[in-house]
């Protein structure tokens, strides 16, 4: 993965997969050009995915009233 889409946020990764795959469904792209466009396509998903789950790890953890994370449980209805 370039530096470059490292410091893509969520959105703008999510932006371009999503042009990428427009591209793509259209039919009219040369083989070459089509492998180029999934690897890209790989690369973008699998940060995505990353930041997901960066957010994931921290979502389950809450700030207690002395400002220490502590892991967070959702306790369901039985």
């Given at each position: 993965?370039?530096?470059q889409e490292t410091e893509l946020t969520f959105e703008q990764a999510m932006?371009?997969?999503e042009e990428l795959v427009e591209k793509l469904e259209a039919g009219d792209v040369p083989l070459e050009k089509a492998i180029q466009y999934y690897q890209d396509g790989?690369?973008?998903s699998k940060l995505c995915n990353e930041k997901l789950g960066r957010v994931?790890?921290?979502?389950?953890q809450v700030l207690n009233e002395h400002g220490e994370f502590v892991p967070y449980?959702?306790?369901?209805?039985?």
């Amino acid at each position: 993965m370039t530096n470059q889409e490292t410091e893509l946020t969520f959105e703008q990764a999510m932006e371009q997969l999503e042009e990428l795959v427009e591209k793509l469904e259209a039919g009219d792209v040369p083989l070459e050009k089509a492998i180029q466009y999934y690897q890209d396509g790989m690369r973008l998903s699998k940060l995505c995915n990353e930041k997901l789950g960066r957010v994931e790890e921290q979502m389950q953890q809450v700030l207690n009233e002395h400002g220490e994370f502590v892991p967070y449980e959702v306790q369901e209805d039985e």
